[in-house]
């Protein structure tokens, strides 16, 4: 009969698991959606997801997350951070932006590892990404219908809700790698649901929100987010046509699907003709991508090693600029809020030192990715979601990285995502057999 002591603690480590499942949910609601109620409570969450998600595993010692190649590349970058704080002309934004968009990104890599160890578990997370997909794509049509019937035009799509109940806006740039990050797990899905023969609604609703995704990147006319889309294409064409052996066809019927859409698009909607037009005048300067490029080159000479310090309110304007609440407006009107391309952020913020740690965590992921896309033992749902996550990390990160500053966090979920596939792929891999087409 088991003691009271054991069944007291039985509860305490389900409990913490829970709490910190919970926890984890509203973390990436918050890290994918940005919404802007809740107050200081969305900086808070991550702090108790992982304080909850260490007592379980402490409880339950079990320590593998702490020993993988993905946690101690992504570690090493943060612990690079931190150590860079002395050099930063602003100390102490410098930590406070690290306490709020670099650690909490170590930390989801932990949760999600933690909470996607077998296939149900992973399903579920992938479900709710889906689901927090299909909230942005509706905030955004609903955005794009309500400035149409405001303003008689359409413009770009992204969400743009505030009321007194929900502020959830953002750039439309923001959205484009957003949809792009995501998309690839309704694929994955869908897929996996194609190879199983079961779920016709599923699919269907699946292929509906692949649909939406797409025209939705395309009408959010940004053009680093089109760049992106069209790796992801490719890269799933290749995927599925692969396994398929209709390589081919599949490859011929996405160019047919294409110049139909942009064909269409390009004779009923203005906004995306113009869009068109405006990107060959300003294809000299990438939208003035490259003046703002030279810019930020110069103040990485003046600090090429440690850079000026983390954070977004570090700028340069001809020597290094801290941004308050003061002088906010009045920078942000005359200044573009960031460099506008990943690396160059890395080394004006962090230096060549903390651009190789950067890319060390870059070059771990990638070398994750292609062990499990390798394995042959490995199931094809789990194959899926690791080539999802390459999708995404192209696409968002490599494509649109180019031209825009995308979160750290957005980068450490995909890797939780990874992490987690990593970590139950062994128990996974005994109780099924592998994909053969």
């Known amino acids: 009969m088991p003691s009271v002591d054991g069944c007291r603690d039985r509860f305490m480590i389900r409990a913490a698991y829970f709490l910190a499942q919970i926890f984890t949910y509203i973390f990436v609601l918050y890290a994918i959606t940005e919404l802007r109620k809740g107050g200081d409570f969305k900086y808070v969450v991550p702090y108790l997801a992982f304080a909850f998600a260490c007592v379980y595993l402490i409880s339950k010692k079990n320590y593998t997350v702490f020993r993988s190649p993905l946690f101690l590349a992504a570690l090493l970058y943060v612990l690079v951070c ?20 670099v650690l909490p990104g170590l930390f989801i890599i932990i949760l999600l590892d933690t909470h996607m160890r077998t296939e149900r578990s992973r399903k579920s997370m992938i479900l709710f990404l889906i689901g927090l997909l299909v909230i942005v794509l509706f905030g955004s049509y609903y955005s794009y219908i309500a400035g149409y019937l405001k303003e008689g ?63 939705g990147v395309v009408l959010s006319l940004s053009r ?3 760049a992106g889309l069209v790796v992801i294409a490719v890269l799933w064409v290749i995927y599925v046509g692969s396994r398929t052996g209709k390589l081919l066809p599949l490859a011929g019927a996405s160019v047919i699907c294409a110049v139909v ?31 703002i490029w030279k810019s930020y080159i110069e103040g990485i000479r003046e600090s090429p090693v440690v850079g000026w310090g983390y954070g977004k309110d570090i700028l340069w304007d001809g020597k ?32 060549a030192v903390g651009l190789v740690a950067f890319l060390s965590f870059l070059g771990v992921v990638f070398m994750s990715i292609a062990r499990i896309l390798k394995h042959t033992r490995i199931t094809e749902y789990d194959r899926s979601l690791s080539y999802a996550v390459l999708c995404s990390v192209l696409s968002v990160f490599v494509i649109q990285g180019l031209f825009e500053v995308v979160p750290f966090i957005l980068l450490c979920l995909l890797v ?7 970590s139950g792929e062994i128990r996974e891999t005994h109780d099924h057999r592998p994909y053969h087409p």
Do not use: C
């Not at 931190?82 to 968009?101: D, G, H, K, R, V």
């Not at 390009?266 to 405006?278: K, N, V």
């Not at 009045?330 to 460099?339: A, G, K, N």
């Open 153 to 215: 035009s359409f413009g770009y799509l992204h969400p743009n809700i505030k009321s007194s109940v929900i502020s959830f806006r953002f750039h439309h740039n923001i959205f484009a790698w957003t949809v792009n990050a995501l998309m690839p797990f309704a694929v994955a899905s869908l897929w996996d649901l194609y190879l199983r023969k079961t779920g016709p609604v599923g699919r269907a609703t699946l292929a509906f929100v692949v649909a939406l995704s797409v025209f």
């Open 320 to 351: 290094p600029l801290v941004v308050d609440k003061r002088n906010r407006a009045e920078v942000f009107s005359r200044l573009w809020p960031h460099s506008h391309n990943i690396i160059l952020s890395v080394l004006f913020h962090q230096g």
């Open 416 to 422: 939780g995502i990874l992490s987690g596939v990593q």
């Open 224 to 226: 680093g987010g089109w």
């Open 261 to 291: 859409l942009i064909s269409a698009l390009f004779l009923f909607t203005p906004s995306f003709r113009q869009r068109i037009f405006d990107t060959r005048q300003e294809i000299s300067t990438l939208h003035l991508r490259t003046f």
């Open 82 to 101: 931190y150590l860079l704080l002395p050099f930063s002309i602003a100390p102490q934004a410098s930590f406070a932006s690290l306490n709020t968009e």
